[in-house]
Structures are given as structure tokens and as C-alpha cells.
T-cell receptor, first 118, second 113 residues
């Protein structure tokens, strides 16, 4: 089954304790992205990746890091989480690459990770 | 900078009635517009998209959307609402040459039996 998986689904942590949220897709997609969803603010893009070793900032990158060492995986790293990073996080992927117009491609979303930072 | 507005936080409609969820956008360039639906405790699912051509696009679950360039709108519609359509709906825009995606704040659709 084609899917985007995220782990963990729920996480409670304390301020300053480094954490990683994993994201994996099995559709051979080149474009991957992380979003956070907050009430009244909708989804805001944190980071995206056009391909392996190619990443760039979205609209709200502060406090987050990402890496793309393999095509299928795109982990989100919070080096020193703070309470304002309490949110619902989504990973997404879509087709991309040479000859394909990325702008036309819809994204496929993971089930979400609910993070609470105390 | 690109932006998307969903002016209604919530839309209530009776089952069987037509529904409309509004979306307006602001971009410099030709927009690529998308609608997604989010059911409780689930990720977003793609519904439909407008790239170019016919201003009325059809998507999943009987939904359609009308692109209006002069009004910079991309409203989601369905002729007859079902209770199972109750969910959170997001409009999104992607502008040519940009890899970022901008989402609206979402509209909660409540279909009343």
C-alpha cells in the first residue's frame, strides 16, 4: 500500500530534550515536506526537500532541522524543543524530478504526530 | 508572496443541500490550486486541483471546484451534501517557480442530518 508513515504518533517531552520525528514514504517520491498545524493558523510549511541532500526552509523553520540522506526518509529534528513547538506535525510527499512539473502534483500526507512540549 | 484565505471558519449545511466552501488566493503569476480534506485524527487527503484549462474541475467524492481568475477564487462545491462529508477542508496554492506550498487556515464543514 502506498503510504507516508510517521513515528511516533504521539509524543510528550520536556523543554530542551532533543527529539526526532521520523517520516518515510514508499512511493519513490522526490519531494518531501514537513508542516505544523495549529488552530486558527492552518498548515504552515517548516522545511521541504526536492531530493536527496537538497533541503530548504519553508515559512516557519526556526527551531527545526531536517536531513534527507535517503530518498524515502525525511526526519524532523528538534534540537531543543520549547513549549511553542507544541503542535500537530504532518509529513507529506509528492512526485518530482526531471521532466515532471512539481507544481501540478498533489501531496500525500502522513497520519500526523501530536507533540506536547512541557 | 503568495497567500490563501478561507473566510469561513465553519460552514453548516443540511444533508442533501448544496454546499460551498470558499477560498480566495493572492499570487504573482499563474496559480496551481488544490483542495484537501482532513477527517478527524487523520492526515490530509487530496480532493482536486486546478492547473489550467477548464474553470470547473471535478474531484473525489463528488466534489468540484470553480476557478475564477477575475475574483481570484477557487470555491469548493458539491450538489448534495452527505453527513460523511463533515470534515476540515483546506485550500492550498503553489505558484510556478516556487517550491513552497501555502495553505489556508481551514474550514470546518458540518453537515446536519
Amino acid at each position: 500500500e502506498a503510504q507516508v508513515t510517521q513515528n511516533p504518533r504521539y509524543l510528550i517531552t520536556v523543554t530542551g530534550k532533543k527529539l526526532t520525528v521520523t517520516c518515510s514514504q514508499n512511493m519513490n517520491h522526490e519531494y518531501m515536506s514537513w508542516y505544523r498545524q495549529d488552530p486558527g493558523l492552518g498548515l504552515r510549511q517548516i522545511y521541504y526537500s526536492m531530493n536527496v541532500e537538497v533541503t530548504d526552509k519553508g515559512d516557519v523553520p526556526e527551531g527545526y532541522k531536517v536531513s534527507r540522506k535517503e530518498k524515502r526518509n525525511f526526519p524532523l529534528i528538534l534540537e531543543s524543543p520549547s513549549p511553542n513547538q507544541t503542535s500537530l506535525y504532518f509529513c507529506a510527499s509528492s512526485l518530482g524530478g526531471t521532466g515532471l512539473d512539481l507544481r501540478k502534483e498533489p501531496q500525500y500526507f502522513g497520519p500526523g504526530t501530536r507533540l506536547l512540549v512541557l | 508572496a503568495q497567500s490563501v484565505a478561507q473566510p469561513e471558519d465553519q460552514v453548516n449545511v443540511a444533508e442533501g443541500n448544496p454546499l460551498t466552501v470558499k477560498c480566495t488566493y493572492s499570487v504573482s503569476g499563474n496559480p496551481y490550486l488544490f483542495w484537501y480534506v482532513q477527517y478527524p485524527n487523520r492526515g490530509l487527503q487530496f480532493l482536486l486541483k486546478y492547473i489550467t484549462g477548464d474553470n470547473l474541475v471535478k474531484g473525489s467524492y463528488g466534489f468540484e471546484a470553480e476557478f475564477n481568475k477575475s475574483q481570484t477564487s477557487f470555491h469548493l462545491k458539491k450538489p448534495s451534501a452527505l453527513v460523511s462529508d463533515s470534515a476540515l477542508y483546506f485550500c492550498a496554492v503553489r505558484v510556478g517557480g516556487y517550491q513552497k506550498v501555502t495553505f489556508g487556515t481551514g474550514t470546518k464543514l458540518q453537515v446536519i442530518p
